[in-house]
């Protein structure tokens, strides 16, 4: 049997909605792309869909064609901009969790089938701290909490991490620090947030930097187009452009947790 392609998986997550995790998903996927990296990313806000509003597509399948055995995952994936395949949210994957032993092994084996052709799969994960954003950010290797400059923003993302650490044995967090209005605001919100984990929790937080606050998103989310690809010289897309690349030399994980059968496996086993 050949050796299993190493894949990056990443679950964004946040813990409230609002702080423009799609956002950070859609653009650091282009960017990824953008230096040769095959990168999917799978829309599990199965109650928003937004990545479909945001990118206005459509999609005649999502993931619980996959399940049903009524569309293979080649098959699902629409194409995205710069490159990117995108794995429609379905309402029907709120049962990833309870699947009889057939969907389960369909689902394996429906990512096995696309883990050579793909070097990162990016999870946009709901808002909040359901069962469901859980199982997704416990069975992903990486875990970017996006965090705002806002009262709520840090005590939900404090929340996320307190559960993910205590219930799900996760301890190392990377942070990012989103709209904000400086290079300088950005650390101070995660210093803001380290001191609260510090004293109740035994986790690891890593900032991986900031995106800075830019009307340019704003005017690409009205054309339904990802400010990277519609505005690539703004200050958000340069941003975007960097965090891609410390993204790209995060390491790669190695077997066996490092291909994408042991992430379906987490997935569905995280009950």
Same mark, same amino acid.
Not at 17 to 44: P, Q, T, W, Y
Not at 242 to 267: C, H, M, S, Y
């Given at each position: 049997?050949?050796?299993?392609?190493?894949?990056?998986?990443?679950?964004?997550?946040?813990?409230?909605?609002?702080?423009?995790?799609s956002n950070v998903s859609v653009n650091l996927?282009?960017?990824?792309?953008?230096?040769?990296?095959?990168?999917?990313?799978?829309?599990?806000?199965?109650?928003?869909?937004?990545? $479909? /509003? #945001?990118?206005?597509? *459509?999609? %005649?399948?999502?993931?619980?064609? +996959?399940? @049903?055995?009524?569309?293979?995952?080649? !098959?699902?994936?629409?194409?995205?901009?710069?490159?990117?395949?995108?794995?429609?949210?379905?309402?029907?994957?709120?049962?990833?969790?309870?699947?009889?032993?057939?969907?389960?092994?369909?689902?394996?084996?429906?990512?096995?089938?696309?883990?050579?052709?793909? $070097? /990162? #799969?990016?999870?946009? *994960?709901? %808002?909040?701290?359901?069962?469901? +954003?859980? @199982?997704?950010?416990?069975?992903?290797? !990486?875990?970017?909490?996006?965090?705002?400059?806002?009262?709520?923003?840090?005590?939900?993302?404090?929340?996320?991490?307190?559960?993910?650490?205590?219930?799900?044995?996760?301890?190392?967090?990377?942070?990012?620090?989103?709209?904000?209005?400086?290079?300088?605001?950005?650390?101070?919100?995660?210093?803001?947030?380290?001191?609260?984990?510090?004293?109740?929790?035994?986790?690891a937080l890593q900032y991986v930097g900031s995106?800075?606050?830019?009307?340019?998103?704003?005017?690409?989310?009205?054309?339904?187009?990802?400010?990277?690809?519609?505005?690539?010289?703004?200050?958000?897309?340069?941003?975007?452009?960097?965090?891609?690349?410390?993204?790209?030399?995060?390491?790669?994980?190695?077997?066996?947790?490092?291909?994408?059968?042991?992430?379906?496996?987490?997935?569905?086993?995280?009950?």
């Amino acid at each position: 049997m050949s050796k299993p392609h190493p894949v990056q998986v990443i679950a964004v997550t946040g813990g409230k909605g609002g702080v423009g995790k799609s956002n950070v998903s859609v653009n650091l996927a282009i960017a990824l792309a953008e230096i040769g990296r095959k990168v999917v990313l799978m829309d599990a806000d199965l109650g928003l869909a937004n990545i $479909d /509003v #945001l990118l206005g597509i *459509t999609s %005649a399948h999502n993931i619980a064609d +996959v399940l @049903s055995g009524d569309a293979t995952l080649r !098959e699902v994936m629409v194409q995205g901009p710069g490159g990117i395949r995108i794995v429609p949210a379905s309402s029907g994957t709120q049962r990833l969790t309870q699947l009889s032993a057939l969907e389960h092994a369909g689902l394996i084996n429906a990512f096995s089938e696309i883990s050579d052709d793909l $070097d /990162v #799969l990016i999870i946009d *994960t709901a %808002a909040g701290i359901s069962e469901q +954003v859980v @199982s997704f950010v416990r069975a992903a290797q !990486e875990v970017l909490v996006v965090v705002t400059d806002e009262p709520t923003s840090i005590t939900d993302a404090y929340a996320l991490i307190k559960v993910l650490n205590k219930f799900n044995d996760l301890y190392r967090f990377r942070i990012l620090a989103n709209m904000v209005r400086s290079e300088q605001e950005g650390r101070h919100l995660f210093s803001k947030l380290t001191k609260v984990t510090e004293r109740f929790l035994e986790v690891a937080l890593q900032y991986v930097g900031s995106i800075p606050f830019d009307e340019s998103v704003r005017k690409a989310v009205q054309r339904q187009r990802p400010v990277y690809e519609a505005y690539p010289r703004s200050k958000a897309a340069l941003a975007y452009k960097q965090l891609a690349q410390k993204v790209d030399n995060w390491p790669l994980p190695t077997a066996p947790r490092g291909n994408l059968e042991f992430f379906v496996e987490r997935l569905v086993h995280s009950q």
